[in-house]
């Protein structure tokens, strides 16, 4: 069945640094979506991509539809220390497009 | 406004027990989404409603697990015979109306602890 992959798995940064993370799958997706969670919270949108090759922004992310149709791109730049937290890369299954999977996420730690 | 809440927010159960997890999703949402999130996972779809109506519950482990809407609104997600595997914390969602086009708004979950 469809899966998402995600990496890296966790990370650990300085504040002010750039992230990169990406999410991949082996089969195709026709949305893309990105949310947050923190601790003790449900997960937030951050982004929705809708077209292969979109490049969308939200502030100091920026995401990335891959034209492959396989996979998608994070980027976060100047990091903040309320960046920390666990991003998830998701998408509407083929066989029903009311249902979203997710993948495993990126942990995402901080450093003042 | 109000978001999703759930409640209770820690639930801590027995091997064998009944629990019962509500949803009040947002004001004038028609669809409802129920997920379980275990330990270092993402959220994994469990059922969706679109008004009373369980629109897919296909992602529901087993017979032990069930949930209603009967009026459209709140929603109770029904665990018979708890086990240890059912620890977890389980998401309610809610969105304007069904369709991964539509934002899903999520509650703050339930953690569920089978001992």
């Known amino acids: 069945g469809q899966q998402l992959n995600q990496s890296p798995q966790s990370m650990f940064i300085q504040e002010g640094e750039d992230v990169s993370m990406n999410c991949t799958s082996s089969?195709?997706?026709?949305?893309w979506l990105w949310y947050k969670q923190e601790p003790g919270e449900g997960p937030v949108l951050l982004i929705a991509l809708y077209k292969a090759g979109e490049l969308t922004s939200n502030g100091r992310l920026t995401a990335q539809f891959g034209i492959t149709r396989k996979d998608s791109f994070l980027n976060i730049s100047a990091s903040i220390p309320s960046d920390v937290g666990i991003y998830f890369c998701?998408?509407?299954?083929?066989?029903?497009?009311?249902?979203?999977?997710f993948g495993p996420g990126t942990s995402l730690s901080v450093i003042p | 406004g109000a978001g999703v809440s759930q409640t209770p927010s820690n639930k801590v159960t027995e091997k064998g027990k009944y629990v019962e997890l509500r949803c009040d999703p947002i004001s004038g949402h028609t669809a409802l989404y129920w997920y379980r999130q275990s330990l270092g996972q993402g959220p994994e779809f469990l059922i969706y409603f679109q008004g009373t109506g369980a629109a897919d519950d296909s992602g529901l482990p087993n017979d032990r697990f069930f949930a209603v809407r009967p009026e459209g609104s709140v929603s109770t997600l029904k665990i018979q015979r708890t086990e240890r595997g059912d620890s977890a914390v389980y998401l309610c969602?809610?969105?304007?109306?069904?369709?991964?086009?539509?934002?899903?708004?999520f509650g703050p979950g339930t953690r569920l602890t089978v001992t």
């Open positions: 998701a998408g509407p299954l083929k066989t029903s497009y009311d249902k979203v999977i």
């Open positions: 969602a809610s969105s304007q109306v069904a369709g991964s086009l539509y934002e899903q708004y």
């Open positions: 089969s195709i997706f026709n949305t």
